[in-house]
Nanobody, 119 residues
Framework: QVQLVESGGGLVQAGGSLGLSCAAS????????MAWFRQAPGKEREFVAS????????AYSDSVKGRFTISRDNAKNTVYLQMNSLKPEDTAVYYC????????????WGQGTQVTVSS
């Protein structure tokens, strides 16, 4: 497994932007499939976005498509989530996750970072 540490969360007004970072250590990061998930109070954790190891393919949930952008810098062992046009319903704890194989479940998780969007 790879160790993941998120940063960049905070409080922002609706319509604003925020960028999250996830720093990885412990394993060859460049071969990992990476993703962002989020969990709002009282709700189940949900998928937000993913990116494959070569950066050729990304995927987004319908709720964030067109507003969020996932990217990675393998040289820096970091994956990013740029969030624009934020809405109050984007308020959640955001988690970074990784896995070694495409069809595997995500088995490396960060501790999470809080994002709060005020109306």
């Amino acid at each position: 497994q790879v160790q993941l540490v998120e940063s960049g969360g905070g409080l922002v007004q609706a319509g604003g932007s925020l960028g999250l970072s996830c720093a990885a250590s412990g394993r060859p990061f460049s071969s990992y499939f990476m993703a962002w998930f989020r969990q709002a109070p009282g709700k189940e954790r949900e998928f937000v976005a993913s990116i494959n190891w070569s950066d050729d393919n990304t995927a987004y949930s319908d709720s964030v498509k067109g507003r969020f952008t996932i990217s990675r810098d393998n040289a820096k062992n970091t994956v990013y989530l740029q969030m624009n046009s934020l809405k109050p319903e984007d308020t959640a704890v955001y988690y970074c996750a990784g896995k070694r194989r495409l069809l595997a479940t995500y088995d490396s998780w960060g501790q999470g970072t809080q994002v709060t969007v005020s109306s």
